[in-house]
């Protein structure tokens, strides 16, 4: 596939990758473009749609898997979530790097693919930290707390296989876990800075 190489962003909820994505996009603006997912879970205050996700009923979802339309979809925490290939082939066709924010069965499933991305696990330095931030974030129920940190448990013992991920980065301190994630991008946005990244 022409172009620079996609990034995967995988990770339990709330162990911050759309604040770390978020950071990388206003700092590098020109360099990176998000890969925007569908999922049929309601928008949160200040989301919006067709810039966080496409929001869409589990009919138009499914009507999408069944034509084709997707690379890969999930079911997490009671709601479908899926990457088309409209989503990533916007980004590509602007010449930047396509940050995927997806679930673990989404890094298994791109895995499949001749996506080819560099691979990142942002994981939290405990449960017991994750699940304060999950609350202060103040965006779920009580019950899809719950479900997100049973799927948290799973994910990172499945993240522990070894290969699954080029660079995992433990989010303690925002600003180290950035530099971090920076760092290990360093290579593929000077590519894109200067022009060259065509493959
Ligand atoms: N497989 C897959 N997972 C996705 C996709 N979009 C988002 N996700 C994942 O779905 C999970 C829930 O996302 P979201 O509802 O935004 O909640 P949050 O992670 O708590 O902010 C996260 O692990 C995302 O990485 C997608 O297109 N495909
Ligand atoms: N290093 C950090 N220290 C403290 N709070 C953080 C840190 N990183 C993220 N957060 C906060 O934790 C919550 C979850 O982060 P978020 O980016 O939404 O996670 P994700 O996208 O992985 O679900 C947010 O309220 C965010 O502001």
Known sequence: MAGPRPVVLSGPSGAGKSTLLKMLMKEFEG?????????????RPGEENGKDYHYVSREVMQAGIDKGDFIENAEFSGNMYGT??????????RNLIC?????????????????NPIYISIQPPSMDILEKRLRDRKTESEESLQKRLQAANVDLQISKEAGLFDVVIVNN?????????KGALLEEIQKVQKGSAKA
């Open 173 to 181: 301190d925002l600003e180290e876990a950035y530099r971090d994630l």
């Open 31 to 43: 360099v990176f473009g998000f890969s925007v997912s569908h999922t049929t879970r309601k928008p």
């Open 99 to 115: 940050i995927l924010d997806i679930d673990m069965q989404g890094v298994k499933n791109i895995k499949k693919t001749d996506l």
């Open 84 to 93: 088309s290939k409209v989503a990533v082939q916007d980004v590509q066709a």
